[in-house]
């Protein structure tokens, strides 16, 4: 009876915050069996997470850039505790990680999901392949949320997706595990002064395409700090058949309206180019999963490139400023650059 008790309060998944805004936040996650669950602030609000085992708190009415601490429970007790950051509402001070290409469960994700742990982001963002050697139900908890459990507990999550993370049924495992704003396929975020417009490069961004016409409305509203994310970098041979079309038609308008940093997977090393028309393509495929050597092949303008570690991308961002520092599990800061916004 103990232990059946005792299954029935563990948690297989989560809590995760996600889709964080100044006002609103999405809490996630799974219970062992089937169980009436809510979340409970410290200011003694509870919001019902329903019944079943996947299990989602909508939190409402948040004050921006206020720190949360939160429980979750069932009629049965205390399943957790996690904490997050309702995004600031102004430039302020703020800590966020990048990294790609690392669903692997494997020793190195564990190694990265460490570094980046230690560093207390106040959110994740991922640049997709988020799973190997597919996105299916039945590798996530391997791949994403054990790996990465102590940083979800505090820490918002912003993911994209990438080409493995699709072999599974056009993505809709993961889409169904996680939360995100917009259509969760793309979407756009602020945090601060920084928007971040996340596109789904496996998706088509042709003339009169859906994702096209969100990416020129989201990439087009004003922000100090402006960054993009997708999987794919949109130059050769990384990116391959689906380089062109971003090229083509989504290059231009991260030139035109002023985005300075484009943050990208896929390619298997760390990559920074060269100013590229007022813009930096960053790659950071260097989570966990096995890593190339192609970026010598890679023809990103007059790119600075990493590669043999596993690491991630910190960016710190006070007021105007950002710092953006690419560090590896090793503890070594293997890139290191500024930017200023006006």
């Not at 459990?149 to 809709?172: C, Q, Y």
Request: hydrophobic residues 40%; contains cysteine; aromatic residues 10%.
């Amino acid at each position: 009876m103990i232990a059946e008790a005792v299954a029935a309060l563990a948690l297989t998944r989560g809590p995760v915050a996600e889709s964080v805004t100044r006002r609103s936040a999405v809490i996630s996650f799974r219970t062992a069996a089937p169980d009436h669950s809510f979340v409970t602030l410290r200011n003694g609000a509870r919001v019902d997470a329903g019944t079943g085992v996947d299990h989602v708190a909508r939190l409402t009415r948040l004050t921006p850039g206020r720190h949360y601490t939160y429980t979750v429970r069932t009629d049965g007790g205390v399943l957790a505790e996690g904490r997050f950051r309702a995004a600031p509402a102004r430039a302020a001070r703020f800590t966020f990680a990048v990294v790609g290409d690392f669903g692997s469960g494997t020793q190195n994700e564990t190694a990265v999901a460490s570094l980046i742990e230690s560093w207390h982001p106040d959110f994740v963002l991922t640049v997709g392949d988020n799973a190997y050697p597919l996105g299916s139900a039945g590798l996530l908890d391997r791949d994403i949320f054990g790996p990465y459990a102590a940083i979800m507990r505090e820490s918002a999550w912003f993911p994209a997706l990438g080409n493995h993370d699709v072999k599974e049924n056009d993505g809709k495992p993961e889409l169904e595990a996680f939360h995100s704003l917009g259509n969760e396929r793309w979407y756009r975020f602020t945090w601060g002064n920084a928007a971040v417009v996340v596109l789904d490069s496996n998706v088509s961004v042709a003339p009169g395409s859906p994702q096209l016409r969100f990416a020129r409305r989201s990439l087009a509203l004003s922000s100090c700090f402006r960054f993009a994310a997708w999987h794919h970098p949109p130059w050769e041979p990384a990116g391959r058949s689906l380089s062109p079309g971003l090229r083509r038609n989504i290059v231009p308008l991260v030139e035109k309206d002023g985005t300075q940093v484009v943050f990208e997977g896929h390619l298997h090393a760390y990559a920074r180019s060269r100013p590229h028309h007022g813009v930096l393509y960053v790659a950071v495929g260097t989570g966990g999963a096995d890593l190339d050597n192609d970026a010598g092949d890679l023809t990103i303008p007059s790119a600075r490139v990493v590669q043999g570690q596993f690491g991630a991308l910190r960016v710190d961002v006070a007021g105007r400023a950002a710092r953006f520092r690419y560090q590896t599990v090793d503890g070594i800061v293997r890139d290191d650059f500024r930017l200023k916004c006006s």
